[in-house]
């Protein structure tokens, strides 16, 4: 059978690139290889879809499998959430991308969703909340995965909070490997780590700590400083 995925992916992502959200095109197109490289009807968890940037491009690739994408997010108030007004705008993406009939929205908390969880899944997406335990709680969600199945964490070495969670809780792991990434999307799978796995997650410190140095200049309104040392450009934090 003919690998059509470019194409597929060339048309996902021009639907997906007109919507808001932190996810570049080499990570879209890490997140939809990965889904499309499942076994047919295949259930993906994604916790975060903010207003639903990954959601489509993750349900593109599942509807060519039959598959399906469960959307993880309260859509709470505040500045960066945006509470109601990001889900209807959430919902209206998916709606205008026509995947309404592949994507179900679960509008809770992902800690609080899981411990009443029973319904095994294929892939897992981690872009929620940015912190140590939040992080290290949505990662108890791969015990739901088969051996082999993808996790990816977004954000995974520029967010102070993810990548201790990821140094404390993955590099000692015993059931989660990490493999590569795009950007700050790191693509881990299931199954029994090997050295030179643990070792791949230590090479990608320097680069955290030179991200959480870009983000404390950009707080201190020196961006010229971090594009001159650190060759980041925009006011955004790196991703």
Same mark, same amino acid.
């Not at 411990?115 to 015990?143: E, M, N």
């Not at 594009?227 to 925009?234: K, S």
């Given at each position: 059978? !003919? ?9 996902t ?5 007109t919507?808001?959200?932190?996810? !570049? ?14 076994s047919? @009807?295949?259930? *993906?968890?994604? *916790?975060?879809? #903010? ?10 690739? =599942?509807r =060519?499998?039959?598959? @399906?994408?469960?959307?993880?997010d309260p ?6 959430f945006?509470?109601?007004?990001t889900? /209807? ?21 992902s800690?609080?969703? %899981? /411990? ?10 981690i872009?929620?909340? #940015?912190?140590? +335990? !939040? ?5 108890? +969600?791969?015990? #739901?995965l088969p051996q ?6 977004h954000d995974?070495?520029?967010? *102070?909070g993810? !990548?201790?969670?990821?140094l404390a809780?993955?590099?000692?792991? $015993?059931? *989660?490997?990490?493999e @590569?990434?795009?950007g700050?999307?790191?693509?881990f &799978? ?7 796995? $643990?070792l %791949? ?15 404390v200049?950009? &707080?201190?309104?020196?961006?010229a400083?971090?594009? $001159?040392?650190f060759g980041?450009e925009g006011?955004?934090?790196p991703?």
């Amino acid at each position: 059978m !003919t690998d059509c995925r470019p194409a597929e992916f060339d048309a996902t992502w021009t639907v997906a690139s007109t919507i808001p959200g932190w996810l !570049t095109e080499a990570q879209a197109r890490l997140l939809f290889d990965t889904a499309q490289e499942l076994s047919e @009807r295949p259930l *993906i968890v994604e *916790i975060g879809s #903010h207003q639903g940037k990954s959601t489509v491009v993750l349900a593109s690739a =599942a509807r =060519a499998i039959g598959g @399906r994408v469960v959307a993880v997010d309260p859509f709470v108030d505040g500045r960066l959430f945006g509470g109601a007004s990001t889900r /209807t705008k959430f919902e209206g993406n998916v709606a205008a991308a026509e995947l309404g009939d592949v994507v179900e929205l679960l509008p809770d908390y992902s800690t609080r969703a %899981r /411990t009443t969880w029973a319904r095994d899944i294929d892939y897992l997406y981690i872009d929620g909340k #940015h912190d140590y +335990w !939040t992080l290290s709680d949505d990662l108890k +969600w791969a015990r #739901h995965l088969p051996q082999g199945a993808p996790i990816l964490v977004h954000d995974c070495y520029s967010s *102070i909070g993810v !990548t201790l969670g990821v140094l404390a809780k993955v590099l000692p792991s $015993r059931t *989660i490997r990490y493999e @590569r990434r795009a950007g700050s999307l790191a693509l881990f &799978r299931v199954g029994r780590p090997s050295l030179r796995d $643990r070792l %791949r997650i230590l090479r990608e410190v320097p680069w955290w700590l030179r991200n959480v140095a870009v983000k404390v200049l950009l &707080r201190l309104r020196l961006r010229a400083v971090a594009a $001159r040392v650190f060759g980041h450009e925009g006011p955004y934090d790196p991703y």
